[in-house]
């Protein structure tokens, strides 16, 4: 059974910076791609970032945010820095992957980022 678990929101200033931590475990073979999306409140998710083959940003955090990954521990991660308000919600990893039932998308629980003063 694979699981991804993700780390590090919490409640933040405008101009703040967070760093968000994704851990996938189980039968894994091989991931694909690891990205991150978000939900604000009342909105439909949206791609935040993505690192497969290529590396891709919403252009609303472009310059701002950063994705990275660490192969070797299946874990993916999301630098934010000079959060906005704008930048509130749900935050979800997701991974393409193969495990031993084959090629699939997988989602974690989600953690919460909320830009305020």
């Known amino acids: 059974q694979v699981q991804l678990v993700e780390s590090g929101g919490g409640l933040v200033q405008p101009g703040g910076s967070l760093r968000l931590s994704c851990a996938a475990s189980?039968?894994?073979?091989?991931?694909?791609?690891m990205g991150w999306y978000r939900q604000a409140p009342g909105k439909e998710r949206e791609l935040v970032a993505n690192?497969?083959?290529?590396?891709n940003y919403a252009d609303s955090v472009k310059g701002r945010f950063t994705i990275s990954r660490d192969n070797a521990k299946n874990m993916v991660y999301l630098q934010m820095n000079s959060l906005k308000p704008e930048d509130t919600g749900v935050y979800y990893c997701?991974?393409?992957?193969?495990?031993?039932?084959?090629?699939?998308?997988?989602w974690g629980q989600g953690t919460q980022v909320t830009v305020s003063s």
């Open positions: 997701k991974a393409r992957l193969v495990s031993r039932i084959g090629t699939a998308d997988y």
């Open positions: 690192s497969g083959v290529s590396t």
């Open positions: 189980g039968n894994i073979f091989t991931i694909n791609a």
